[in-house]
């Protein structure tokens, strides 16, 4: 077994090699730590990689050649996201802002990339379930994956997860599982559920394919615009801005560019132990001892990749930023009016972020700035706090024919006046034409008062409310 092994690495263009003690190890099945407690990452034949090229093509299997050896390939056809420029952001800001744009991707995060690549794997070496566990994106990832490879899946979330992504598991046919308050918990619970039951285990704090597949974004900015100035990331475990910094510098190690950008991670001000050891100048993150934000994907106490993602930082020059729920939010609102993409809240940072950086004079007038959002905000709730959404006497939950049943069951009404107790949401030809479905249909009834046509509320269309009622009880 120990020749055949020693055989794999001389045949392999890459390894696993731990980062402490510089152990090697065959780079399947992926691990993310070493006997002696170090980090494993992989390290590729660098002649290899300077005789490769990308495939033909956009997406992220374009770059293959660039990353571990895979055999089945899992796509859904990630990847190949744009790089925009912002142009009325830059006019605001003084500064050249291009958008990195991971919210195109097939579930509306940059984790399909992660979730390609690990059950690929997964079906290389003959798993039939895997498991992960995340805030949700991961998870919505790996459970579209695990559905297209046609394996098990199970996803473990914290309690607090973004009603978006857990509805994207449950369709993908995902088993969910709630477990704990924060993303450490689900992380800790996946590995428990993995070691119990021998699942592969797609989880990105666990599995060093996952910082694989993100430097490929490095790979693609790098060809869209060149090297910028700056790219600023969210950093919540830390491992995004590892991964990016990986990408730029393996580029570099096989002559494909000569110099690398700045690279800035951003975290909420509630929850920054990576912003913390950096201006400290710490090597290693401390615990967050209690959480102050409300931005899901932000809330991690205890970052698995802080110790790369303040390598990353000291070695590309970098800065580490912390910024407030509500400059995230703001901002959140401020991308979807000037540049129409609705991002998640924590992409959103990284444009607060932006502004922290030229109001003090770190970022130059007319440098080349990336941002990656990095998902959707169709997936998040946490977007809604900073929208004024103005309710309508308590009918907005309710569909407008159950808005209208709901007014009737207060007293007969003509359509003038409930179009105004609808507070105007609908035309008022829209409402009389509800209230002619409603009547077709039995559940209220129309007659003449002082020259105007009124409408009732009948026992059918009574006991069609309370349906209503106890439906939007129970969800």
Known sequence: MRILWKMFLVLSKSWLVCTTCGAVRPPYPPRRFCECGGSLEYRYDLEELRRAEPLEGKGFWRYAPYMPEVGSVVTLGEGGTPLREAGRLSGKLGVR?????????????FRDRCASLMVSNALDLGYSFVVSGSDGNLGAS????????????????????????????IVYDAF???????????????EEIASETGAYNATAELNPLNIEALKTISFEIHEQIGIPDWIIAPAGSGGTVYALWKGFKEMEMIGKLESTPRLVAVQADGCKPIVDAYIRGRRKPEKVEKVRTDISAL?????????????????SQGVAVAVSDGEILESGKELARLEGVFAEPASSATVACLRHLVRDGVVDKGERVVCILTGSGLK??????????????????????????????????????????????VTLGAVYQHLTDLETKGLIVSFQRGGRRYFRLTDKGLRALKALDELRDLL
């Open 97 to 109: 802002v291009y958008l990195k744009d991971e919210t195109v991707n097939p579930t509306g995060s």
């Open 142 to 169: 790996v459970a579209a994956y695990s559905a297209k490879a046609g394996i098990s899946c199970t996803a473990v979330v914290p309690k607090n997860i973004d009603l978006g992504k857990l509805a994207q598991m």
């Open 176 to 190: 969910v599982e709630e477990w704990g308050e924060s993303t450490e918990d689900a992380v800790s619970k996946a």
């Open 299 to 315: 809330r991690v106490a205890s970052p698995m990749y802080g110790v790369e993602a303040l390598n990353a930082l000291r070695e």
């Open 380 to 425: 998040t709730t946490d977007i809604i706090k900073a929208l004024k959404v103005k309710k309508v006497r308590g009918y907005a939950s309710l569909p407008t024919k159950g808005a209208i049943l709901r007014i009737l069951s207060e007293g007969d009404a003509y359509g003038y006046a409930i179009w105004k107790r609808l507070g105007r949401a």
